[in-house]
């Protein structure tokens, strides 16, 4: 497998008259060619030869040797060759962009427009620029599994939807990749400010790279190395640059941010402590006692000469001055943190000292008078760091990590049935993971817990001190959130559970709202007269018990935690919005839409205070009611899962095969088990990882009866590269759901034929991978595509 890097540095724009855009970009050529010397450098520390590698140089101005140019179409081209070269032979890619860029909306955590160095302005160049999320899902679908990072440094300055919206369609659809890398996406700055050019993200990434400070980090089962991986240069890189310049980011895929390894540094480096001390002579004698912050003894060196320098492993430490004669202040034991190199200035002590506090120490702060404060060398870096920020001469012992047991404490931990719990120690980043419940022995100090659902997708975020306070630790509890405490009143509950129906298995609840929509919406539209579901039924929602035969329909409900919170709904052929007034069920902090439209393709747009709309393919079937949830995700953008159930009170008129396999089934547990899929597809996880071998069976052989399952089953597949089962799949799709535009993208993916023609568009973006060019499929221009939403969804376009 091969390590390939794709490095982008636009520096001129020599044709740009677009107002606000700069034609020069200083320190961006440099800046990118510092990261391909850290690539390089990287490479030869991970014992790579040239045949293991590739690099991909492309800027403006073009470099002699080695680069090409950064047009729009050198960087399409480019990309096209990496991707034939690397398909299913790149275990890891490392992008880097640095130019010009826009955010197509102010609140994203990504989606954003790179400008080729051939833009003029945005009347005329529009086809100058690519959609990097395009780019990013592109990369991940055709390039098989592995790691790719993108760095993104570039202005990301909130345009007008129609003002600068990159050509969507940029690259023809591939298949054949044997599964999935997971995707780490950093961007310099946050959505609407500019990039500082030669700002401080710039120099902070180069440091953090390299190891610089906490960007270098310890693994537990490793003594003699550590490393720069993604968690820990993100939290590096949000502390540098909290006050100048915030960055965002966002992983998608199999592995967490610890699992991305960007550097290792072996042997560990050594820290220099440069103790001064005011008022004694160059002579003076005695020890500096220390101790890591997780050991309990103190270790103590001599020095015969001040100043005297301690040279120990990156840490946390306590640190004591004793002099053979004298004392110095202050005396007690003081925290530093040594990641970089420090000087320490103690002062000595009078015989008969001044009544008054004890002078603390002052830390000189790394200029120019403290050559011994730099960041290491590239080079330094790569070889181990042996004089890391001065000092001289080879390490005095091998580094390895200091290690002690720590004070723990017992801690109850509850969680929901088949959840996960994360919990990191925020001084230490020590994961620790619980799965059931029970007493938990932690270590004492602050932690940030996040909360997985079967399916690893994360339900939510607390933040905590362990301590002898703390006895119980229970992440079930809804009742911080106002939707789902007035759902709660309506049901019987027990301990740590709601039961919302006798025909799901007694578990503890998730804290999910949407998956708390997604029940007890299915139980109405489910239910087949007023005593299925009895306990759902109690729910001041819509009835469907007397919708007539042939019925079509849609059916929204959404929850937000803020009461005020608006949203506007319409369901459309495309060509004009319908919009539908959504209503408040009873004593329900919910909102509630219904609406009867024709068999076919739709379109239904949200839009959530004012915000920007977000519009998504859907469809429509008769007996059929297309259900969909709507929530706020943790960036406050709109979230929505979509459901084609069958009307229970209808159920005789649907397909005979269709009506005998939902008769067999549990369809409200398999509408919760769908809801936990979809979670995981969303985060492109592992989909079938959540789920029993008997339910990928049922999924296989469709014994379910929503369509919207069987889909998503088809496209996890094809993202696994497990084409074997495709050829049953597709055949059931074609069979019970022609009409569905899915069922043919997924029978072209699976038959490897090329593009095919659609009925429509697509409810999952994956379908239009099948497709060469899908403007024509669509009402709606593909650069308003976006492509990082698991529906084929367009931003802005009503």
């Known amino acids: 497998m091969v390590s390939r890097a794709f490095i982008i540095a636009i520096e001129e724009y020599p044709d740009v008259t677009e107002a606000g855009m700069a034609k020069k970009l200083d320190g961006t050529l440099k800046a990118a060619l510092k990261f391909k010397e850290w690539v390089e450098a990287k490479w030869r520390s991970d014992g790579r030869s040239d045949e293991d590698t590739q690099m991909v140089f492309c800027s403006e101005p073009r470099q002699d040797g080695f680069g090409i140019g950064a047009t729009r179409d050198d960087l399409v081209q480019a990309l096209i060759d990496l991707q034939k070269t690397g398909k299913n032979m790149t275990d890891e890619l490392l992008f880097y962009y640095s130019g010009h860029g826009y955010a197509f909306v102010s609140d994203a955590p990504r989606s954003d427009i790179i400008v080729g160095s051939d833009f003029r302005n945005s009347e005329i160049s529009i086809n100058r620029c690519i959609n990097l999320d395009e780019t990013i899902n592109w990369l991940r679908s055709c390039m098989g599994v592995g790691k790719?990072?993108?760095?993104?440094?570039?202005?990301?300055?909130?345009?007008?939807?129609?003002?600068?919206?990159?050509?969507?369609?940029?690259?023809?659809?591939?298949?054949?990749?044997?599964?999935?890398p997971t995707t780490y996406v950093l961007h310099s700055t946050i959505t609407n400010a500019a990039s500082v050019v030669e700002g401080a993200f710039q120099k902070s990434l180069q440091d953090g790279l390299k190891g610089v400070g906490k960007a270098k980090t310890w693994d537990d089962n490793v003594e003699d190395a550590m490393f720069v991986r993604y968690d820990s240069l993100r939290i590096y890189l949000t502390e540098k640059l909290k006050h100048d310049q915030p960055i965002e980011h966002q992983v998608l895929g199999q592995e967490g941010e610890s699992d991305g390894i960007l550097y290792t540094l072996k042997p560990v480096p050594e820290i220099d402590c440069n103790i001064k001390i005011k008022g004694a002579s160059a002579s003076e004698k005695g020890k500096i006692k220390y101790r890591h912050i997780r050991a309990r003894n103190f270790d103590s060196e001599k020095f015969n000469?001040?100043?005297?320098?301690?040279?120990?492993?990156?840490?946390?430490?306590?640190?004591?001055?004793?002099?053979?004669?004298?004392?110095?202040?202050?005396?007690?034991?003081?925290?530093?943190?040594?990641?970089?190199?420090?000087?320490?200035?103690?002062?000595?002590?009078?015989?008969?000292?001044?009544?008054?506090?004890?002078?603390?120490?002052?830390?000189?702060?790394?200029?120019?008078?403290?050559?011994?404060?730099?960041?290491?060398?590239?080079?330094?870096?790569?070889?181990?760091?042996?004089?890391?920020?001065?000092?001289?001469?080879?390490?005095?012992?091998r580094a390895s990590r200091p290690r002690r047991a720590p004070r723990l404490y017992g801690v109850n931990v509850i969680l929901p049935l088949d959840a996960t719990a994360e919990l990191q120690h925020v001084s230490s980043r020590a994961i620790t993971v619980v799965s059931g419940n029970g007493e938990v022995e932690l270590p004492g100090g602050n932690y940030t817990g996040t909360l997985r659902g079967a399916d690893g997708a994360a339900l939510e975020k607390r933040s905590?001190?362990?301590?002898?306070?703390?006895?119980?630790?229970?992440?079930?509890?809804?009742?911080?959130?106002?939707?789902?405490?007035?759902?709660?009143?309506?049901?019987?509950?027990?301990?740590?559970?709601?039961?919302?129906?006798?025909?799901?298995?007694?578990?503890?609840?998730?804290?999910?709202?949407?998956?708390?929509?997604?029940?007890?919406?299915?139980?109405?539209?489910?239910?087949?007269?007023?005593?299925?579901?009895?306990?759902?039924?109690?729910?001041?929602?819509?009835?469907?018990?007397?919708?007539?035969?042939?019925?079509?329909?849609?059916?929204?409900?959404?929850?937000?935690?803020?009461?005020?919170?608006?949203?506007?709904?319409?369901?459309?052929?495309?060509?004009?919005?319908?919009?539908?007034?959504?209503?408040?069920?009873g004593d329900l902090d919910l909102h509630e839409a219904y609406a009867e439209r024709p068999p076919g393709q739709h379109f239904v747009t949200v839009r959530i205070n004012d915000g920007m709309s977000y519009t998504f393919a859907s469809f429509a079937?008769?007996?059929?009611?297309?259900?969909?949830?709507?929530?706020?995700?943790?960036?406050?953008?709109?979230?929505?899962?979509?459901?084609?159930?069958?009307?229970?009170?209808?159920?005789?008129?649907?397909?005979?095969?269709?009506?005998?396999?939902?008769?067999?089934?549990?369809?409200?547990?398999?509408?919760?088990?769908?809801?936990?899929?979809?979670?995981?597809?969303?985060?492109?996880?592992?989909?079938?990882?959540?789920?029993?071998?008997?339910?990928?069976n049922d999924f296989l052989y469709h014994k379910w009866g929503n369509p919207i399952a069987s889909s998503l089953a088809a496209y996890e597949l094809m993202r696994r590269g497990e084409m074997q089962h495709m050829a049953q799949v597709s055949s059931n799709m074609r069979?019970?759901?022609?009409?569905?535009?899915?069922?043919?993208?997924?029978?072209?993916?699976?038959?490897?034929?090329?593009?095919?023609?659609?009925?429509?568009?697509?409810?999952?973006?994956?379908?239009?991978?099948?497709?060469?060019?899908?403007?024509?499929?669509?009402?709606?221009?593909?650069?308003?595509?976006?492509?990082?939403?698991?529906?084929?969804?367009?931003?802005?376009?009503?």
């Not at 929602?541 to 319409?570: C, K, M, Q």
């Not at 229970?648 to 809801?675: C, Y």
């Open 305 to 397: 000469a001040l100043p005297a320098t301690l040279r120990v492993p990156p840490g946390t430490y306590k640190i004591q001055v004793e002099l053979d004669k004298g004392s110095v202040e202050p005396g007690n034991a003081l925290k530093v943190e040594l990641y970089d190199p420090k000087h320490l200035t103690f002062t000595k002590a009078t015989p008969s000292p001044p009544l008054g506090a004890p002078k603390l120490p002052s830390f000189d702060h790394p200029g120019p008078d403290f050559s011994a404060m730099r960041p290491p060398s590239l080079n330094e870096a790569v070889s181990g760091l042996e004089s890391f920020g001065g000092g001289g001469g080879r390490p005095r012992r």
């Open 621 to 696: 079937m008769p007996n059929r009611c297309t259900f969909i949830t709507l929530v706020q995700g943790p960036d406050r953008q709109p979230q929505f899962i979509q459901y084609l159930l069958p009307l229970g009170a209808l159920s005789e008129h649907l397909h005979p095969a269709v009506q005998d396999r939902i008769d067999e089934r549990n369809s409200l547990d398999d509408v919760r088990q769908f809801t936990r899929m979809f979670r995981s597809y969303r985060a492109r996880q592992d989909v079938f990882a959540t789920i029993s071998s008997l339910s990928l």
């Open 735 to 798: 069979e019970f759901f022609p009409e569905l535009p899915d069922s043919w993208a997924i029978d072209g993916l699976a038959s490897g034929s090329g593009p095919v023609a659609l009925p429509g568009m697509p409810l999952f973006l994956d379908g239009l991978r099948a497709v060469q060019d899908y403007d024509g499929l669509s009402p709606f221009p593909s650069s308003h595509l976006d492509h990082s939403r698991p529906w084929t969804t367009w931003r802005g376009v009503i």
């Open 464 to 585: 905590f001190k362990v301590n002898t306070a703390l006895k119980e630790l229970n992440l079930t509890d809804w009742h911080a959130n106002r939707p789902m405490r007035s759902i709660a009143l309506h049901f019987p509950a027990h301990e740590d559970s709601l039961q919302f129906s006798e025909s799901l298995s007694h578990e503890r609840t998730e804290p999910d709202l949407a998956m708390w929509l997604a029940v007890i919406g299915a139980g109405r539209i489910l239910s087949r007269n007023e005593g299925t579901y009895y306990k759902l039924g109690q729910l001041p929602l819509r009835e469907f018990w007397n919708d007539t035969p042939t019925t079509a329909s849609f059916y929204v409900l959404a929850g937000f935690e803020d009461p005020a919170t608006r949203v506007e709904i319409s369901i459309s052929d495309g060509v004009s919005p319908h919009w539908i007034d959504p209503r408040r069920p």
């Open 148 to 180: 790719q990072y993108y760095f993104i440094d570039a202005c990301r300055l909130k345009m007008k939807a129609n003002q600068i919206a990159a050509p969507g369609n940029s690259f023809s659809p591939k298949s054949g990749a044997t599964g999935e």
